[in-house]
């Protein structure tokens, strides 16, 4: 059974810091993984998909790489600001279709 | 293009009543996934219909069902609601599955009193 895990929970950093959001998953038989970005109340915005032949993929300031083999994904901000506050969710589609998310990374940015 | 919609966006229900909820995807998009959002669990897969057929089912009652239309819009229907339904529901809709991004719609929020 497919499990997705992401570290850290909670993250606090001041505004201008890059940053690395982390995200595991136990099989690597996947289509893709996506991350998103949940405000408080609101739904799930798609910030980055990618396809599980691809390693990475950029959006501005943020970029997500992909590590199959090893069952990982990471998400970068760089430069980060107070409006990147948000929950980040990771995903990964398997065979069946449907998304398998992570709890998610609850990012607070300080002005 | 109109984004996924969702309505109602807020809903109070009792003990033992049903509720639908529905979902409106992006012009075009032939896939709708549904997913329940709880502080405890996070987000689940309720079922995904394509082309007015459930392809794919996640693990839950038989008291959750859904259907699609014609036209792709899709309803899901909780009956005899219990406490612990209380959650927000997204729909996302996609062109379809596999390897396609999925968007999300802004969810209804159920609660059950």
């Known amino acids: 059974k497919q499990e997705v895990t992401q570290i850290p929970a909670a993250l606090s950093v001041p505004e201008g810091e890059n940053l690395v959001l982390n995200c595991s998953f136990t099989?690597?038989?996947?289509?893709?993984l996506q991350w998103f970005r949940q405000d408080p109340g609101k739904g799930l915005t798609s910030l980055l998909l990618i396809q599980s032949s691809q390693r990475e993929q950029t959006s501005g300031r943020l970029n997500a790489s992909l590590d199959k083999s090893s069952g990982r994904s990471t998400l970068y901000i760089a430069a980060s600001q107070p409006g990147d506050s948000a929950t980040y969710l990771c995903a990964v589609e398997g065979s069946q279709g449907n998304l398998i998310f992570g709890k998610g990374t609850k990012l607070s940015v300080k002005p | 293009k109109a984004g996924v919609t969702q309505t109602p966006r807020y809903l109070i229900k009792t003990r033992g009543q049903q509720v639908t909820l529905s979902c409106s995807p992006i012009?075009?998009?032939?896939?709708v996934s549904w997913y329940q959002q709880t502080p405890g669990q996070g987000l689940q897969f309720l079922f995904e219909y394509f082309s007015e057929t459930q392809r794919n089912k996640g693990n839950f009652p038989g008291r959750f069902s859904g259907r699609q239309f014609s036209n792709s819009r899709s309803e899901m229907n909780v009956s005899t609601l219990e406490l612990g339904d209380s959650a927000l529901y997204l729909c996302?809709?996609?062109?379809?599955?596999?390897?396609?991004?999925?968007?999300f719609g802004p969810g209804t929020r159920l609660l059950v009193l």
């Open positions: 996302a809709s996609s062109l379809d599955k596999n390897q396609e991004t999925q968007y």
């Open positions: 099989d690597s038989a996947i289509y893709n």
């Open positions: 012009s075009g998009h032939r896939s």
